[in-house]
C-alpha cells in the first residue's frame, strides 16, 4: 500500500482527502517515461504545442469558478482571491503563446560569401539554434499554484521539454486539476507527469535524471535543491523568498498610499514572494501615515474563505503560525508596539489577526527575516540615504517599492537598492513582460518575459561550411 497524503482544509481543520504519495520506484518509472516521450513532443511543430496550450488556456477560463473552489479549499485563499489568481494566469499564457516563437527562431549570426572576404575559400555560415533542455523537474510553491506553475511549465512544454511536475503537498489538488485539464485537451500524459508528496518526494524526483530543476519555495529548501542539482551538474533555476521594502517619501498624498500598501502586505494574508514585509516612511508623513493604514487594515473582513466578502482568511500552512508568534513576541520584547492583531484568532482554523507594529527596528527578526503572513513592521525615517540603507539591510532581493511623485528621485533611490524588480508607486504585482528574477537570498534565474522563455532552451552554434 502507497503511503497517503493528509490533504487538510485551513479554514476547518478538517480532511479533504487522502491521495497517494510517489515514491522512489515510482518515481524512477514516471522519470523513464518522461525521457522516452521527450524526443517526439520536440519534434512536433511548435505550432501544435500552441494550439493544445491554447486549449488549455480556454479550458482554464471555462473551468475558473471549480478550480477557484479547489484552490480555496486546499490553500484558504480567500474565494475572490482564488478567483482573481485563475482570470489572471491566462493572459501569462498568452505571453507565452505569443513569443515562444520568437525565442525559438534559429539566428544567422555571420556569413562570409564565398568570393567576398577570401576568393576561393567557401561561403560560411554561423547559425545559433535553440533546443529544449530534455525532461525537467518543476518543483512549485503552494500560494500561487497558477502563476508559479504555468511561469514554468507552459514556456517549459511549449519549446518541446517533457515536465515531471511536483505541486506543493499543499496545493496537491490543484496540481491534479491541472494535469487532467492538460491531458483533456491533448497534452500526451507522459509529456506532463505530477509527481505527488512533499519534501521526501521531492528530493527522491532530483535522485532522476534530469536535465533542468526549476524550483520556487523557501530559501531553506532553495539550498538543498541547488546542492542535489550540483551532483549531476543539471541547470537549475531557483525562484525564492523575499523581504520586500517599500518606502514612502514625505511629498505623497497619505491616505491612497497607505491604503495601496495595507493591500500590498496582506492581499493573500500575506503569503505572497512580493508581499510588502517592511515599510518605511519619511518621518514628515509618518503619524498621517500610520492612521491611515489602520484604517485600511481595519476594513479587512477576516472570515470564512469560501465568503466572497472575506479578504483575510486562514493562513495555508498550520506550522506557519508559529513562526509569525515568534517574530511578533521578538519584536514586542525588543519594544516594538502593537498597534492591531499579535496572535492566533480564537476560532476553528489557521487564522492569524492582522498584525501592525511599530517602533520597530532593525534588531527585530520581523524586519529581516522573511515572515509570509498578516503582520508588517512599520519604521519612522529621516531621510532617504536612511530608507536606502535600511532597504538593503537584508539577504533577501526580490523587490523593492518606492512611493513619490517624483519619478527621478524614485529611480536614484530604487537603482541603489539590491533587488530584480524595482515598484516606482506600485507593489506586489508581476507581469508577463517582465523577468521575475532575484539578487541574493532571493534566488537566480529568470520566469516569465522573453528571459523566461530561454530559460527551458539551450542554444547550439553551427558552423555551415558550403564545400569543404
Ligand atoms: P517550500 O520550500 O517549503 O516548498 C516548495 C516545494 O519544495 C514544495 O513542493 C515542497 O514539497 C518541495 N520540497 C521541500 N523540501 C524539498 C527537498 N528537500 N527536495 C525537493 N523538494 C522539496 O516552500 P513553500 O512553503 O511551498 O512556498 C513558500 C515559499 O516560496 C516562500 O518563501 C515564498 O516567498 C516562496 N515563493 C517564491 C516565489 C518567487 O517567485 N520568488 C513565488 C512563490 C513563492
Given at each position: 500500500m502507497p503511503d497517503t497524503l493528509h490533504l487538510i482544509n485551513?479554514?476547518?481543520?478538517?480532511?479533504?482527502q487522502a491521495v497517494p504519495i510517489d515514491d522512489g520506484t515510482t518515481i524512477a518509472q514516471k522519470a523513464q517515461r518522461a525521457h522516452m516521450a521527450q524526443p517526439s513532443w520536440a519534434n512536433r511543430p511548435l505550432s501544435d504545442r500552441i494550439e493544445i496550450l491554447q486549449r488549455f488556456r480556454d479550458r482554464l477560463v471555462q473551468e475558473g469558478d471549480r478550480l477557484a473552489a479547489l484552490l480555496t479549499s486546499e490553500t484558504g485563499k480567500p474565494i475572490t482571491q482564488s478567483f482573481n489568481e485563475l482570470r489572471a494566469t491566462p493572459s501569462r499564457i498568452d505571453f507565452f503563446l505569443r513569443h515562444t516563437a520568437l525565442v525559438m527562431e534559429p539566428v544567422i549570426m555571420h556569413r562570409d560569401p564565398a568570393t567576398d572576404v577570401i576568393p576561393g575559400t567557401a561561403a560560411l555560415e554561423e547559425v545559433v539554434t535553440y533546443e529544449p533542455l530534455g525532461v525537467i523537474a518543476n518543483i512549485s510553491a503552494w500560494n500561487y499554484p497558477y502563476f508559479v506553475g504555468t511561469n514554468v511549465f507552459i514556456p517549459a512544454l511549449l519549446t518541446g521539454n517533457t515536465v515531471l511536475y511536483k505541486p506543493s503537498e499543499f496545493a496537491t489538488l490543484t496540481g491534479l486539476a491541472i494535469a487532467e485539464l492538460l491531458y483533456e485537451v491533448g497534452v500526451p500524459n507522459d509529456v506532463f507527469i505530477p509527481v505527488i508528496g512533499g519534501g521526501v518526494a521531492g528530493a527522491a524526483l532530483l535522485n532522476q535524471p534530469l536535465q533542468g530543476v526549476f524550483f520556487t519555495g523557501s530559501h531553506a529548501t532553495g539550498l538543498k535543491i541547488a546542492a542535489a542539482a550540483a551532483q549531476q551538474l543539471t541547470r537549475v533555476q531557483l525562484e525564492l523568498g523575499g523581504k520586500d521594502p517599500a518606502y514612502v517619501c514625505?511629498?505623497?498624498?497619505v491616505s491612497t498610499v497607505a491604503a495601496a500598501l495595507a493591500d500590498g502586505a496582506f492581499y493573500n494574508n500575506g503569503q505572497s514572494?512580493?508581499?510588502?514585509e517592511r515599510i518605511y516612511v519619511h518621518q514628515h508623513i509618518y503619524d498621517a501615515f500610520i492612521e491611515a493604514f489602520m484604517e485600511a487594515v481595519k476594513g479587512f473582513q477576516l472570515g470564512d474563505p469560501t465568503d466572497a466578502a472575506t479578504y483575510l482568511g486562514p493562513v495555508s500552512r498550520k506550522p506557519q503560525l508559529a513562526e509569525l508568534q515568534r517574530q511578533v513576541d521578538d519584536a514586542v520584547q525588543k519594544g516594538a508596539r502593537l498597534l492591531c492583531g499579535g496572535a492566533r484568532v480564537d476560532?476553528?482554523?489557521w487564522y492569524f489577526a492582522p498584525t501592525v507594529l511599530v517602533?520597530?527596528?532593525?534588531?527585530?527578526a520581523v524586519m529581516r527575516d522573511e515572515t509570509f503572513g498578516p503582520v508588517i513592521g512599520i519604521q519612522k525615517v529621516a531621510s532617504d540615504n536612511e530608507a536606502i540603507a535600511l532597504m538593503n539591510d537584508t539577504a533577501y532581493g526580490l523587490t523593492a517599492a518606492v512611493y513619490t511623485p517624483d519619478r527621478p528621485r524614485a529611480v536614484n533611490i530604487l537603482s541603489r537598492v539590491r533587488s530584480g524588480t524595482a515598484y516606482w508607486n506600485c507593489c506586489d504585482r508581476v507581469s508577463p513582460y517582465l523577468p521575475w528574477t532575484g539578487r541574493g537570498q532571493s534566488g537566480f534565474g529568470s520566469t516569465l518575459s522573453l528571459d523566461g522563455i530561454r530559460s527551458f532552451v539551450q542554444p547550439r552554434a553551427w558552423h555551415l561550411r558550403q564545400s569543404y
Open positions: 485551513p479554514a476547518t481543520e478538517t480532511l479533504i514625505e511629498d505623497v498624498s514572494c512580493c508581499a510588502v476560532r476553528p482554523g517602533n520597530v527596528n532593525h534588531e527585530m
